[in-house]
T-cell receptor, first 112, second 106 residues
């Protein structure tokens, strides 16, 4: 019974394609996040949503668009994928913003 | 924005040894958390510790918020402790340090 689940776990695609990563949490948390981990393991926040409203939008290309249909889901859609988008994308949630983070298992995106 | 520095960047230990990992941050914060990223990439919560001291088995953590640092202690290290240890701090959002890569050799 995974608390924060992401799909897919692995995604290999060509440059220029559009792809989505889905995230769901069953912890009853109000806030959800997307983090990007690059090849050097550095973790950087991308977006934060609180009760379906965007509260943090870091300097991320507008090819990245988060969507939160309800407070238990936060999906990440990426348009026109580039080689530099290859990374592991982690979804997380917390009871409040900010607060103790609980992470999903990550989605490894490889752009060829 | 807030700066988070972790030290050492790399640490190699023999099984059974003890270690201390440090996290310094540039501003007062209300949230601080330690994570272990295992070799399979999972980010595992260790401690949520904005201040004070907590212990969980062989691991303990201390945060001195007024002096803007936190310490993670690992005692009697095991090979399964290998991985990268991150601290994350913040108020409006949680910012991560670059991590300490720990290798425990049998």
């Amino acid at each position: 019974d995974t608390a924060v689940s992401q799909t897919p776990k692995y995604l290999v695609t060509q440059m220029g394609n559009d792809k989505s990563i889905k995230c769901e949490q069953n912890l009853g948390h109000d806030t959800m996040y997307w983090y990007k981990q690059d090849s050097k393991k550095f973790l950087k926040i991308m977006f934060s949503y609180n009760n379906k409203e965007l509260i943090i939008n870091e300097t991320v290309p507008n090819r990245f668009s988060p969507k939160s249909p309800d407070k238990a889901h936060l999906n990440l859609h990426i348009n026109s994928l580039e080689l530099g988008d290859s990374a592991v994308y982690f979804c997380a949630s917390s009871h409040r913003s900010p607060g103790e983070l609980f992470f999903g298992e990550g989605s490894r995106l490889t752009v060829l | 924005g807030i700066q988070v520095e972790q030290s050492p960047p790399d640490l190699i230990l023999q099984e059974g040894a003890n270690s201390t990992l440090r996290c310094n941050f540039s501003d007062s914060v209300n949230n601080l958390q330690w994570f272990h990223q295992n070799p399979w990439g999972q980010l595992i919560n260790l401690f949520y510790i904005p201040s004070g001291t907590k212990q969980n088995g062989r691991l303990s953590a201390t945060t001195v918020a007024t002096e803007r640092y936190s310490l993670l202690y690992i005692s009697s290290s095991q090979t399964t402790d290998s991985g990268v240890y991150f601290c994350a701090v913040g108020d409006n959002d949680m910012r991560f340090g670059a991590g300490t890569r720990l290798t425990v050799k049998p």
